[in-house]
């Protein structure tokens, strides 16, 4: 696609239910970031895949929250057992390897609602 | 990780310039100046970026200091499209995260 699509755009669920938001990058970019935005906060980093390397777990702010990228592509980001401090915006970005030149291409992102 | 200082707002009239300034006082020599804006429930747009020289592109300039130690985002003619939270963030090759800190949220007035 012309840009990073992620879906769904709004996710509204309760208290313990798990979630799974989706991110599907530009075709040959092979990074792809999560981050995350509360309300009037700036972006906070959860994970990074590039290309068939391991990924870089480290902003991953507790084991109920995993991902994985398939076939180099598309990505998932699960959150097991949510709870009211994991509502956010949750976006989902794509570079080339050479990212310094060219930026990052940001989706809309999920707007994740936890009652 | 270098860290960036912007104000927290600026106001600038419909179709006159605006300087955004950003402060980087502990960049490094490897580090890319990137900034990025985020108009209301969109995410992040790349806008413009440099290393040392002063950049021009069709939306902004940039133009670095000569220590490298702040830079200016310089939008020509502000329009209503262009409010939105621009963000200044230093760039390493092979850093995996984006510190992206709460950005200028610029407001244009008709």
């Known amino acids: 696609g012309a840009g990073v699509s992620q879906s769904p755009s709004n996710k509204v669920t309760e208290k313990g239910k798990d979630v799974e938001l989706r991110c599907d990058p530009i075709?040959?970019?092979?990074?792809l970031y999560w981050y995350r935005q509360s309300l009037g906060q700036g972006l906070e980093f959860l994970i990074y895949?590039?290309?068939?390397?391991?990924?870089?777990k480290s902003g991953l702010p507790s084991d109920r929250f995993s991902a994985e990228r398939t076939g180099g592509s598309v990505s998932t980001l699960t959150i097991q057992r949510t709870q009211q401090e994991d509502s956010a915006v949750y976006l989902c970005a794509s570079s080339l390897v050479d990212r310094v030149s060219y930026g990052y291409t940001f989706g809309s992102g999920t707007r994740l609602t936890v009652v | 990780d270098a860290k960036t200082t912007q104000p927290n707002s600026m106001e600038s009239n419909e179709e006159e310039p605006v300087h955004l300034p950003c402060n980087h006082s502990t960049i490094s020599g490897t580090d890319y100046i990137h900034w990025y804006r985020q108009l209301p429930s969109q995410g992040p747009e790349y806008v413009i970026h440099?290393?040392?020289s002063n950049v021009n592109n069709r939306m902004a300039s940039l133009a670095i200091a000569e220590d490298r130690k702040s830079s200016t985002l310089i939008l020509h003619r502000a329009t209503l499209r262009d409010a939105a939270v621009y963000y200044c963030?230093?760039?390493?090759?092979?850093?995996?995260?984006?510190?992206f800190g709460t950005g200028t949220r610029l407001t244009v007035i008709p």
């Open positions: 440099g290393l040392t």
């Open positions: 895949f590039q290309g068939n390397s391991a990924p870089d």
């Open positions: 075709s040959g970019h092979t990074a």
């Open positions: 963030i230093l760039i390493q090759t092979g850093a995996n995260n984006l510190f």
